[in-house]
């Protein structure tokens, strides 16, 4: 079993940041992949970025690409997600998961979070 805890959601007006974070515990010898997902309400969950657990790949939707920065710190198993430049149309839950697999989809992750609600005002 694998735990992730997240934080850093909250309000903010369009423009501005917000940096998620998702800290892993448990079994994680198995884990090669840390993602970020999303889910706006009447929509389906969708892929926001992932990083290697080593942190050298990473892969982003065109949505995010040069706003949202995805990176981790090794020595406390954490995954952080740099939002920049929020726009309305990033309000949703944003969840964080891990897998074995290096790969954009929501099916590849074998452990999520609680999520963490990220509301943009115009």
Do not use: H
């Not at 840390?34 to 790949?57: D, L, N, T, Y």
């Amino acid at each position: 079993q694998v735990q992730l805890v997240e934080s850093g959601g909250g309000l903010v007006q369009a423009g501005g940041s917000l940096r998620l974070s998702c800290a892993a515990s448990g079994r994680t010898f198995n884990v090669n992949a840390m993602g970020w997902f999303r889910q706006a309400p009447g929509k389906e969950r969708e892929f926001v970025a992932f990083i290697s657990w080593s942190g050298g790949s990473t892969n982003y939707a065109d949505s995010v690409k040069g706003r949202f920065t995805i990176s981790r710190d090794n020595a406390k198993n954490t995954v952080y997600l740099e939002m920049n430049n929020l726009k309305p149309e990033d309000t949703a839950v944003y969840y964080c998961a891990v897998g074995r697999w290096l790969i954009a989809a929501a099916w590849g992750y074998d452990y999520w979070g609680q999520g963490t609600q990220v509301t943009v005002s115009s």
